[in-house]
C-alpha cells in the first residue's frame, strides 16, 4: 500500500523541541514536493510548511515562521519538521502530505496525493 508515514511526535512542555519524520511506504519522497499538516481537534486541517523537491524552497504558515523549519535529505527519502519554542496551540495531530510542488495554495489540504499517513499526535502542555 502506498502510504506516508510520520513519526516522532509526543508530550512536550510548553517552550520545548520536538522532530517530526515522514517517510514514505511504496513511494519515493525525493520525487515529490512534501508538506506538514496539522489538525487540532474540532478544527480543519491547517498547512504549517511545505519544501519543495526541486530545489528545497520551503514556506511556512505565519504562525510557525521562525520556530519551525522543514528540511529533507533526498537519499533517505525522509522529510523532517523541527519545531522549537512550541506553544500550546501548536497542540494537533500532524501529518505529510505529497505532491509533485508546493502550489500556490499549498496550505489547502485539498489535491494533494491520497497517500496521507495516520498521523503524529503532538502534545504541549506544562
Known amino acids: 500500500q502506498v502510504q506516508l508515514a510520520e513519526s516522532g511526535g509526543g508530550l512536550v512542555q510548553p517552550g520545548g523541541s520536538l522532530r517530526l519524520s515522514c517517510a514514505g511506504s511504496?513511494?519515493?519522497?525525493?520525487?515529490?514536493?512534501i508538506a506538514w499538516f496539522r489538525q487540532a481537534p474540532g478544527k480543519e486541517r491547517e498547512g504549517v510548511s511545505c519544501?519543495?523537491?526541486?530545489?528545497?524552497?520551503?514556506y511556512y504558515a505565519d504562525s510557525v515562521k521562525g520556530r519551525f523549519t522543514i528540511s529533507r535529505d533526498n537519499v533517505k527519502k525522509t522529510a523532517y519538521l523541527q519545531m522549537n519554542s512550541l506553544k500550546p496551540e501548536d497542540t494537533a495531530v500532524y501529518y505529510c502530505?505529497?505532491?509533485?510542488?508546493?502550489?500556490?495554495?499549498?496550505?489547502?489540504?485539498?489535491?494533494?496525493?491520497?497517500?496521507w499517513g495516520q498521523g503524529t499526535p503532538v502534545t504541549v502542555s506544562s
Open positions: 511504496g513511494l519515493s519522497l525525493d520525487y515529490y514536493a
Open positions: 519544501i519543495s523537491s526541486s530545489d528545497g524552497t520551503t
Open positions: 502530505a505529497a505532491d509533485y510542488i508546493c502550489r500556490t495554495a499549498w496550505a489547502s489540504p485539498v489535491g494533494y496525493l491520497e497517500v
